[in-house]
């Protein structure tokens, strides 16, 4: 394991992170804020509104707003600090929009409990606080030369507008750090691939009183397609295929004319996503009169644990310094944009955001305490990263 020396420009650990103590009450300020700008990805004025929150909170924190980004009509921020001579970057990698609808907020506000322990709120925990917690950890730095940062608005539906942008920072970077929120306070060291896939089928209608012998049923057809999709999974080889929404039909009375349902892989090889995406594809009906169309395909490859093994020893030490509990690291189902900049040759370490619980559900929550303490580690690991030989530009890759 290569030893990092911390850069002796940055302010000591223990300054470092009361400094950031400090800074609590002002951090959940920031964070109801963010989580008020309502970001659901699939709206694009709501998600261009919460970037320019983003910028506003920046300029209070780092005193850069950043540059808005626009791609196909969506708005994301970055901000970029030339790297010393002879220096690469470390990227840092969040998005802003979130899976909740507009008008979540209106039966579920922001909210912190009695104690001041847990802050909730749609969006809270993936991840608005590891933005806030990003911007704080930047403002503690002895200076930001050599970061880039990337803030996108399409992370939740597969990065269609940033993937272009998050891979090519990775091609140049380092290294690159990801805000997602940890697993109860466990780093990210490794994430399978995601595919996301559709079956529509088309039948024939007729009246399923009168004459269902002239119909072509696509339920039926969907179903019995449905009942093989079971064989292509394997589970042991980490790979899930997971029929998840379907519908069919247009009035109880007649035969379905459409069926489709939406697929969910999961894989933890990149061979896995090329078989899986082969036998989808061969899927055929056997109902006479219907027929199949797969769309869809592999999103996110696998970020393999061989991608973090180096940057977790990093953060491992950089948590001891600082006095913090030590870290876990873990493999997860869910994919992130940090399965891109592994992907491209990029050491990446994710789940650097948040601490709490409940991504995607109801009752998403933050742990407070734990902001400043995320803020303050992700700071060492850059100040760690910026002055070893990871960042030199013949280091590691």
């Known amino acids: 394991m290569m030893t990092l020396v911390p850069d002796s420009a940055a302010p000591p650990v223990t300054t470092l992170l009361a400094s950031l103590r400090s800074r609590t009450a002002v951090m959940v300020d920031q964070l109801a804020a963010l989580v008020n700008a309502e970001t659901p990805s699939s709206d694009l004025p709501a998600c261009a509104a919460g970037i320019e929150v983003v910028r506003q909170i920046a300029a209070a924190v780092i005193s850069d707003p950043g540059e808005t980004v626009v791609v196909a009509g969506r708005r994301h921020v970055r901000w970029r600090w030339p790297a010393p001579p002879g220096r690469r970057p470390i990227a840092v990698v969040g998005h802003v929009d979130t899976v909740w609808p507009l008008g979540t907020l209106t039966r579920w506000p922001f909210g912190v409990d009695d104690a001041a322990v847990t802050a909730t709120g749609p969006g809270c925990f993936d991840m608005k606080a590891g933005i806030v917690q990003l911007l704080h950890a930047v403002s503690v730095l002895s200076d930001p030369a050599g970061l880039e940062i990337l803030i996108t608005s399409d992370e939740e539906v597969g990065s269609p507008t940033s993937r272009q942008l998050i891979e090519d920072t990775g091609r140049a970077a380092a290294a690159a750090l990801i805000l997602e929120p940890s697993r109860g306070g466990a780093l990210k060291t490794g994430r399978k691939g995601t595919g996301f896939y559709r079956l529509d089928v088309v039948g024939r209608a007729a009246h399923a009183g009168l004459e269902p012998e ?50 969910d892989v999961r894989v933890s090889e990149s061979l896995e996503a090329d078989r899986v995406d082969r036998e989808l594809r061969a899927l055929a009906t056997t109902v006479p009169g219907t027929t199949l169309t797969v769309s869809g395909r592999p999103n996110r490859p696998p970020m393999p644990l061989t991608a973090s093994a180096v940057l977790f020893e990093v953060a491992k030490e950089a948590a001891a310094c600082l006095g913090l509990p030590a870290l876990d690291g873990v493999f997860v189902g869910g994919g992130s944009d940090g399965n891109f900049t592994a992907a491209v040759g990029c050491p990446t370490l994710d789940g650097l955001g948040a601490v709490g619980g409940g991504a995607h559900a109801e009752g998403e929550h933050v742990r407070i305490d734990a902001m400043p303490q995320r803020a303050a580690l992700l700071a060492a690991i850059i100040e760690r990263l910026r002055s070893g030989p990871y960042g030199s530009a013949d280091g590691p890759r």
């Open 214 to 263: 002239k119909g072509a049923n696509a339920l039926v057809a969907l179903a019995e397609v449905i009942g093989r999709i079971g064989a292509i999974a394997r589970p042991a080889a980490g790979t899930t295929v997971t029929p998840t929404l379907a519908a069919a039909g247009t009035a109880a009375n007649v035969v379905p004319a459409g069926a489709h349902v939406e697929i």
